[in-house]
C-alpha cells in the first residue's frame, strides 16, 4: 500500500487561501483515483474531494464546490487541493487517500498523519 504524506496546512483568516500537497510513496500511484477527506473536532471523517487516475473527472463536496480544487501530478506522486475563500468550518485536520473505487467516496489505505487546517473569523 502507498504511504501518504499531507502537508500545507496552517492557520488562515476567513476568506483566505492555502493548498494542501500529499505526496505518495509505495504502490504504483498514477493508477489510482485519489480524494481528499477532514475531519474536524469531535465530527467524523468527511469527503472533500476526488480526482480520476487521469484527472479527466473530479467530484466534490457540495460544502467546498466553487471554492476548492483538486489536482495531481502523477510524475511526482503529489496531489493537492487548493483551498480558497476558506470559511471556518473548513477548520479540520484533512487527509489523502486512495479510493477504493471511483464515485463511492470510500478510502483505499490506511490514513496518514492529515494536516491541521484552522480558519479564524
Known amino acids: 500500500q502507498v504511504h501518504l504524506v499531507e502537508s500545507g496546512g496552517g492557520l488562515v483568516q476567513a476568506g483566505g487561501s492555502l493548498r494542501l500537497s500529499c505526496a505518495a510513496s509505495?504502490?504504483?500511484?498514477?493508477?489510482?483515483?485519489m480524494g481528499w477527506f477532514r475531519q474536524a473536532p469531535g465530527k467524523e471523517r468527511e469527503f472533500v474531494a476526488a480526482?480520476?487516475?487521469?484527472?479527466?473527472?473530479?467530484d466534490y463536496a457540495d460544502s467546498v464546490k466553487g471554492r476548492f480544487t483538486i489536482s495531481r501530478d502523477n510524475a511526482k506522486n503529489t496531489v493537492y487541493l487548493q483551498m480558497s475563500n476558506l470559511k471556518p468550518e473548513d477548520t479540520a485536520v484533512y487527509y489523502c487517500?486512495?479510493?477504493?473505487?471511483?464515485?463511492?467516496?470510500?478510502?483505499?489505505?490506511?490514513w496518514g498523519k492529515g494536516t491541521l487546517v484552522t480558519v479564524s473569523s
Open positions: 487517500n486512495a479510493l477504493s473505487d471511483w464515485g463511492t467516496r470510500n478510502a483505499l489505505y490506511y
Open positions: 509505495g504502490r504504483t500511484f498514477s493508477t489510482y483515483a
Open positions: 480526482i480520476s487516475w487521469g484527472a479527466r473527472s473530479t
